[in-house]
């Protein structure tokens, strides 16, 4: 993690705040909750009934218990003042604009692949993950936003690979000579993950449309244009007119 404080403060006293407003202002807030609620699975495909194995000390924790304890914020405030709350437990996302430095496995593998770079797998990359594709994921929130459902329901795409076979499908589809490098192994990660979306088709009627590769095709598409973006031009900010003072430029 980046920064464990302020992602503990953004998941604690942000969703505190959120949900202090809504109930001020009488709105439904719909919490981005997370598959990191699960930690390290001991039971797979994860359901929403599964209460997770998380260690509370460990790297992950700023992130994995902000979000469990943002969760326990939601229904406390749903059963003490009425607040009408949705809980998305979103899993492993992807698709165009992610950032360039977001650091997740889908960017990091993508924009290594056509550099030409190695492949950088963290472990022995026998771990695995579900990936959904960004729109799936926006139809399912928005279908829960539009629902009566008030308790936690997953979102995430149940295909589920480990990251090794990730790596060799997305340097297929770059048609990349990339090397894959085996890294040290991240703490805590978890050895596996993949939703049980039984709960969202059958109160949502939601279930990922868009097929890995094709997802993964979109997203390579976009990652290509950046790097070509960034390569012919050059962005050199200027200060606004207003802000030039005549006779004050410094030429060091
Ligand atoms: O360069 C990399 C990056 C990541 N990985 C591995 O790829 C797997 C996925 O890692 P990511 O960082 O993309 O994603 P994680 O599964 O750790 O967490 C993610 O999933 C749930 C969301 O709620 C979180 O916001 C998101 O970070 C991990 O096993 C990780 O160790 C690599 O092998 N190489």
């Known amino acids: ?80 003042e009425g607040v009408e709350v949705r809980v998305a437990r979103i899993f492993n996302t992807f698709g165009p604009r992610m950032h360039m430095n977001d650091g997740r496995v889908v960017s990091n593998f993508i924009l290594q692949a056509l550099q030409g770079e190695p492949l950088t797998v963290y472990g022995s990359g026998s771990q695995t993950r579900a990936f959904q594709y960004v729109s799936d994921l926006v139809n399912g929130l928005v279908a829960l936003m539009n629902s009566n459902v008030s308790s936690p329901v997953n979102l995430g795409n149940p295909e589920e690979h480990t990251i090794l076979e990730f790596a060799q499908l997305i340097k297929n589809l770059v048609g990349s000579g990339s090397e894959i490098q085996f890294l040290s192994e991240a703490q805590d990660d978890p050895q596996k993950r993949k939703p049980d979306i039984k709960k969202a088709k059958l109160m949502l009627g939601w279930e990922p449309v868009v097929p890995l590769e094709e997802g993964l095709n979109k997203a390579i598409h976009y990652f290509r244009k950046e790097l070509e973006y960034q390569a012919n031009n050059q962005y050199i900010p200027k200060p606004k007119p207003a802000r030039i003072k005549k006779g004050r430029t410094r030429h060091n």
């Open 1 to 80: 993690m980046y920064n464990p404080i302020k992602t503990l403060k953004t998941n604690t006293i942000g969703t505190l705040n959120m949900l202090g407003l809504a109930k001020r202002v009488g709105a439904r807030l719909l919490l981005a909750s997370t598959s990191e609620v699960y930690g390290d699975p001991e039971v797979h495909p994860q359901s929403e009934d599964y209460w997770g194995h998380v260690n509370p000390i460990g790297p992950r924790a700023c992130y994995d218990e902000g979000k469990r304890v943002a969760e326990t914020m939601c229904y406390a405030y749903m059963k003490q």
